[in-house]
């Protein structure tokens, strides 16, 4: 009796502690579409948030435009929705000013790699202790289905009903050559993977960017389709000291999608750190 009743209890409690994690979602509605994948993206996000015990006091989030843009609205804490592309550097200065902090950032992938394309670089040289979640649905989701900066070549889309004649950017690849200190790639489909992901880049001191690969289900009939990622989608299982450039390089092409972390350095010391080595009076 005494068992049972424990193992009664012990399930309960699971339960419990599993919903937790809802603390950080908003009493708003996600507006997103049924099926859309945000929502494996947030509830990966809220189960991180719970794991790392994050203070919704503590914690920021912020947006550019786009569907990937409603984001901070769906979240229990802070949030800044601000202009197209500039999710980064708005971001960076709030880290700047606030360092004690928690800031991520996220953006689609035209906010991140078209109109805002040029605040990657920077932010990754110079390791701003920020987590950037990159929502990669291949397509302009909010204005129905542009062809964007990650795009497959001839894939049909609302701008380019006979093809994209354009090459796609390879994000992994571009966050590696920028100097991002922690480059990662996670998968919506597999919300307990990709919160272990967010949990490492939260903790990672620097700048740390996450491709999150994730279907427009409404935009998206060809390509990044819940099943394609699905039989497209591999575990990249690297050991700790395979985490350099050059099999980081290697193993970061567009497709197959490899997920996990591909590159990680420990060593390199965070932008307010410089800062604050170099101007020390001796
Ligand atoms: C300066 C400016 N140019 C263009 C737009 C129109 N616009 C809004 S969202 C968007 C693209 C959104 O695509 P993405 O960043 O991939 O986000 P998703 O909707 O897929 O999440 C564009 C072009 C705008 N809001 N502001
Ligand atoms: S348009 Fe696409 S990205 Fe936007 S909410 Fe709908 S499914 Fe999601
Ligand atoms: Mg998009």
Redesign the pocket.
Known sequence: METIRSAYLDEKLEIVKNIDFLKYRSADLPTWCPGCG?FGIVDAFYKACRELDLKHENMVTVS??????RTPIFINSYGFHT???RSIPVASGLKLAREDLTVFAV??????L??GGGHLPHVARKNINITFLL?????????KG?S?STTPYEMKTNSHPAGNPDTPLNPIKLALSYGASFVARGYAGDPQGLKQIIKEATLHQGFSFIQILTP?VTFDKENKTWKNLKEKVYDLNLRKEEKNMETAMRMAENEPYGVGIFFQDRQRPHYQEILRNLNKTD
């Open positions: 945000y550019g435009i786009g569907c990937s843009g202009l197209h592309g953006a689609g992938d035209g906010d991140a078209g109109i929502f990669d649905n291949s397509i302009y989701g909010l204005t542009q964007s427009c």
